[in-house]
């Protein structure tokens, strides 16, 4: 199951109203982070999310909106007596910075931390478990900045219970079923494992991107995702400032997630000349329909 | 004339009702921010502290819940628009926290910082313009840190403006008298300053000392001061747990206000143990009746 939740909305500097950019996804119960501007801590104590399960935090890029708040929530996790490892994902500077403010700082944490150092070309595989993988994949901003897909692994086929006890399975021909193979059994008989099993259910998929300009080919690597959560700094009216400044508008958003025929897309990232966003929203969903600009402590679910 | 608004009156990590220490001060239009932990340029919209008018940061030691803030509020004020040089104080190690971290993302603020640094083994005055000084001097706790005194110069003696008409007194007479000299005219009369003049309004001062453990010679530094705030991060029945952190319990402060004379000590850094303060505000008064536990938003004011 995947679970994400909006912690914080806005662009570049926090407000009463809109937290900058954090989400917290759990992804068939990876406690994951996502980007952690300032004031994130706060924002996982008002949406009740006990941060200490957090294993992994993904961070974008290295401006402020996306990054300060990481050290307070490290510190916050070590004085409240975390013990756990947590695995960040980030560009490599990050490190340094954060060697440094420990060294600096007289800082020594109870837990470890294990750095991933994220730079790369094209979309790499940079975590995978037994349940999930994450892919890493460039943007186009001003500083290096990347995406991150989540996806979840091809489950095993389901076996059709019926099957079980008319032909007497042994578990051994069960788990080949489940993975796909036939069975000979000794007499010479082969069963068909289609016969004996049902589609695996379609594997679920997260795609986080932000900050960048407008990428035609990332809908390539964000296809037929369930959610793509895009930044939408800007209107369209505004497309010679988001160039400038590498973003993207709402409309370009939805012409990506329609090209990529993902199932939903969520906006966010606006710039704060926006009070609302409903002509945001209804500017994407000119293009794509299944449009919802994001709040802080909205929740998305796919079962 | 001195206004001090508390902006976090919380410990060790922000929480929903207490953010972590920052102060804002207004001292005869002197703006100053003192120490800036996670979160604080939100606090200052949520008080509606205009940051951008903020000359100068104090800032007491390099614990998270007193620093964090500073990257987020510097960039703020960056993006904002920011033009004017900033004055930092601050333990040195600041300086090479925020220029590794401003470099390895690309940082280059539109205005210039102005790091002073603190690193000092008793009372040494800092700063001081034609109206205020500040003093900084060393307090006891786990890494360096500093307590900072901000006290007005003395003014000039008050004119009893009967007496211009009565004498005829020219202007340079007036300066004359002001600065508490006496006058002797052409004709070889003298004229007392004393019977021309008031004495001038006793200099305001306000002192901040946090975090340190109990020091009874801080008497003399902030002796007589208007308003001291003190940490008071225990009760008095945690004094080995204040002791053993290099912090100080409510009674302590309250006996270094008393002995130090001040008119008023406001306590706060209350560990998160205490969900109210009543009890560590009842204790204090035991010892030390003007004293108040401050919060999120207080205000107090020197006339």
Redesign the interface.
Known sequence: MLNLQILGSGA?????TRGVTAQYLNFNERKILIDCG??T??QL??FKVKFQRIQYIFISH????HY??L??LL??MH??GRKTKIHIFAPP??E??MD??FR????KLNFEIIFHSIKLKEKTLVFEDNSIEVFAFPLKH??PCYGYLFKEKIKERGIIKEMIEEFDLKIPEIIQFKRGNDVTREDGTVLNHLEFTTHPPKPQSYAFCTDTKYIENLKEIVADVDILYHEATFKHDMLDRAKATFHTTAQQAATLAKNANVKQLILGHFSQRYGETTEIEEEAKATFENTKCVEDGDVFLVN
């Open positions: 570049a500097t926090p407000t009463l300032e004031g801590q706060l104590r008002k290295l401006h402020g909106d300060l708040g050290f307070g510190s916050s004085l409240l500077e990050l340094e910075i440094t403010q600096l700082t007289y800082v001003r500083i």
